[in-house]
């Protein structure tokens, strides 16, 4: 397999001065290539890292060669361990050929320091760390087919990332004025509520640590056995309001880091790609993380001259797979009534106001709690006890589809979607309840983050729109004034529509010109 393929090794210019270097590697031979030689190669180019070459590549060319294997992005999709999902910040690709005995570390050494120029070229280095990529190549391909891993990967993973790099290369068009004034406000707004929260809660003046939730709430009668501090806050009502609050607070500290980390001077930023930013494969940009900006932020975006920023959102995404998956009539017939939150709000409260409080809800029934503590919750928001248990009670067919899901992780080790994207489990053994939360998790967000990316394939063939920002099961796009968003937004509802044979039929709302 490697004779359709030759790697690719780079040397990056951290001055920024026009100096970077391109190498192609197959068996002895090492050469030096200009970009252009790069996006004209015929062959697979397999590298390490391709999200600092691709911008340099588009940067110089305004193109990108026309297949790529990042062999480590490949190997962490594939692998299904949370764990390399969680450490591939501290785990590079140089770590893993030495960790399989592909390269000895006196290799790793030299190539590491060639790579951040403390020394000077040596072809020899360069050969054997591009033939251990390629051999890696070769080998984690096998693992994925075996794990019927592979199609995902070249039919969807990979030409999606493409596009996205494709996309970030291109820059995203900042708002100076709009930035500068956030800037000038943020930092008094992110205090304020600060210094509320920590007046309110009695607490320092500091966002709690996780320890600090914990040690905040245990002895309220909050149980964080098998749960993280994030279900807690998320699905678990407190009584004073805590939680929420602090998930506010949180939003604008994350909305405060983002716009701190673009300097005024910015007219155009370039942020880089994760395209597989959690276990279940979601989307995330990074430096800055665009992702996280509040909506009253959003505004430092700005389209190109002539153009038109337009927004759409898929309408209760997890809820209409969950139906979907388990074949639910009950909950089908619910999320074809309408807005699924604002029914469930009107069905357990009589009140449509509470719709914030019923998403909360739902999805914490959804994902697994436990069914006196659900009930208790419900009360908690202001539900009858029996209203509650009889509205959760009708879910039948819902329950049986996560027995059998809980049924498969425990048996098969693993689980995932119809086109993979599995979660492996590191024990054995009876599931915990933090595993069998994980598993309905995996399968229903593997499942909207592989729809989504589908979505964004077919957007990706629509010449007059330029992806701008993907936010989870969102999009920020541009196009020109006389294109109609509302093909996007249809585009969006058609593909979940025929993932699942039309058994839903998904809405996507828009917000046209959301940015002038």
């Known amino acids: 397999m490697t004779d359709k393929r030759i790697a690719l090794l780079f040397v990056n210019d951290f001055a920024d001065r026009g100096e970077e270097k391109f190498f192609l590697v197959s068996g002895e031979a ?42 480590e992005e490949l190997r962490i999709s594939i692998s299904g361990l949370r764990l390399d999902r969680e450490n591939r910040e501290s785990r590079d690709a140089c770590s893993i050929l030495l960790e399989l005995d592909l390269l000895k570390e006196d290799v790793i050494g030299r190539y590491r320091n060639i790579v951040f120029k403390n020394a000077a070229l040596d072809t020899n280095t360069l050969a054997l760390v591009g033939n251990a990529l390629l051999q890696l190549s070769t080998d984690v391909e096998e693992k994925a087919k075996v794990a019927n891993e592979w199609e995902r990967y070249s039919t969807l993973e990979r030409p999606v990332s493409e596009y ?16 500068q004034k956030h800037k000038k406000d943020i930092d008094f707004s992110y205090y304020m509520a600060l210094k509320e929260f920590s007046a ?32 807690v806050l998320k699905f678990v009502p407190t009584a004073d309001g805590f939680s929420e609050r602090l998930l506010e607070l949180r939003k604008i500290a994350a909305s ?20 597989f930013g959690s276990i279940t494969s979601r989307i995330y940009y990074k430096d800055p993380s665009l992702q996280n900006l509040a909506k009253r932020h959003r505004d430092i975006i700005s389209p190109d001259h002539g153009m038109k920023l337009s927004y759409v959102d898929f309408g ?35 009140d449509v106001s509470k719709r914030k409080s019923a998403k909360r809800l739902f999805l914490s029934y959804a994902y697994g709690m436990k069914r ?32 059998g899901v809980w049924s498969e992780f425990q048996t098969a080790g693993r689980i995932g979607t119809v086109f993979g994207n599995y979660l492996s489990r590191s024990g054995s053994g009876e599931l915990s309840e933090k595993e069998k939360r994980s598993a309905v998790s995996q399968v229903v967000q593997g499942t909207a983050s592989l729809i989504f990316k589908k979505a964004l394939l077919k957007m990706s063939f629509l010449t007059s729109v330029e992806l701008k920002i993907p936010m989870h099961d969102a999009v920020l796009f541009q196009h020109p004034e006389h294109f109609d968003p509302i093909e996007v937004a249809n585009m969006f509802a058609a593909v979940v529509t025929e993932h ?12 046209a010109s959301v940015i002038h």
């Open 500 to 511: 699942f044979d039309g058994i839903i039929v998904l809405k996507a709302s828009l917000i």
């Open 372 to 403: 006196k503590s659900l009930i208790d919750a419900a009360v908690e928001f202001g539900a009858q006890r029996d209203v509650a248990k009889a509205f959760f009670n009708q879910f039948s067919t819902f329950e049986k589809w996560k027995l």
């Open 316 to 350: 209760q995404f997890e809820a209409g797979i969950m139906g979907a998956l388990s074949g639910d009539q009950q909950m089908l017939d619910l999320f074809a009534s309408g807005d699924i939150y604002s029914i469930v709000a009107e069905k357990v409260f009589s």
């Open 30 to 71: 090492v050469k030096e290539v200009g970009a252009d030689d790069v996006v004209k190669q015929e062959l697979e180019l397999v590298c390490h890292d391709y999200w600092l070459i691709a911008p340099v590549l588009f940067k110089r060319t305004k193109l990108l060669p026309q297949r790529v294997m990042d062999v």
């Open 256 to 275: 405060r880091m983002v716009l701190n980390a673009i300097p005024l001077s910015e007219k155009r930023i370039f942020p880089i790609v994760d395209y």
């Open 200 to 231: 309110k809660y009695c607490l320092p003046l500091e966002i709690p640590s996780d320890d600090e939730v914990v040690e905040y709430l245990t002895p309220k009668g909050f149980d964080f056995s098998g749960v993280g501090v994030d279900y």
């Open 164 to 179: 996205l790099i494709r996309s970030v290369a291109n820059g995203i068009a900042i708002n100076s004025t709009a930035l």
